[in-house]
């Protein structure tokens, strides 16, 4: 049995136990519906529980909850059931091409690789953004500025949450306007090597609005950029 602190209330789940709103909702059910009300009003007075202000914060390993409490066989299938079927999502299907990396490939015949040459060319790449990527890096981005930024960041990749230590390999630094020639320090940002790729090959998301406003969320304090996301999600409860 483990207690779970839920709104003040002592709560003692026995496995296999089914909660008590289970097929209930709001439009159902005038207790969940009173419960959602107050719930919504809580964040609207004190703020969306982000960072610091989330209980979560910090409670990992031998602080969480569920540390030790791996799911059974039966949650996993359960879970791998819900997934079946459903489309994958584009990062899911980076993933698991990155898992293909490194392993042989059929090889390809010279008519093959001559047309992939023809057809990724310059502009008709999807990846082109312009011409961008001959552009050099201006002098002053060297690898003392490099290093700054690094530490500013105290080495952990500003979207992931990963340390440098623990990914055994130098952080890049994301020029955040993808102007390379602009190394204010507003625009430098640590990122792991995956994070990274991730602004170059998923070109249909807005990578700078994305990361200006993470710098600004930085700079006013609200986001602390050395903890992973899942701390920061916002509570439901
Ligand atoms: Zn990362």
């Known amino acids: 049995m483990h207690p779970e602190k839920m709104g003040g209330l002592k709560m003692v789940f026995k496995k296999g136990q089914k909660a008590w709103n289970v097929g209930l909702t709001k439009e ?96 008709k790449s999807h990846n082109w953004k312009g011409g961008t990527s001959f552009q050099p890096y201006g002098i002053e981005f060297n690898r003392r500025l490099r290093e700054q930024i690094r530490k500013r960041d105290n080495y952990y990749c500003q979207e992931c949450g990963i340390n440098q230590n623990s990914l055994k390999r130098r952080l890049h630094v994301h020029h955040i306007d993808e102007n390379k020639l602009n190394c204010n320090l507003n625009n430098l940002i640590s990122l792991c090597y995956k994070c990274h790729e991730k602004t170059i090959y998923e070109k249909d998301k807005d990578w700078v609005g994305y990361y200006q406003v993470r710098m600004e969320l930085r700079n006013m304090n609200i986001l602390d950029l050395q903890e992973p996301e899942d701390i920061i999600l916002e509570m439901v409860m």
């Open 28 to 123: 159902n059910n005038e207790i969940v519906k009173k419960i959602g009300e107050k719930c919504s009003k809580t964040v609207k007075e004190k703020g969306i529980h982000k960072g610091k202000n989330n209980s979560m914060y910090g409670k990992r390993g031998l602080l969480s909850p569920l540390y030790g409490r791996p799911h059974t066989k039966e949650t996993k299938r359960k879970q791998s059931e819900g997934l079946s079927g459903k489309p994958k999502s584009k990062e899911h299907c980076i993933n698991m091409g990155k898992s293909k990396r490194g392993k042989p490939l059929p090889p390809l015949t010279e008519e093959h690789k001559r047309k992939i040459g023809d057809a990724q060319l310059g502009e």
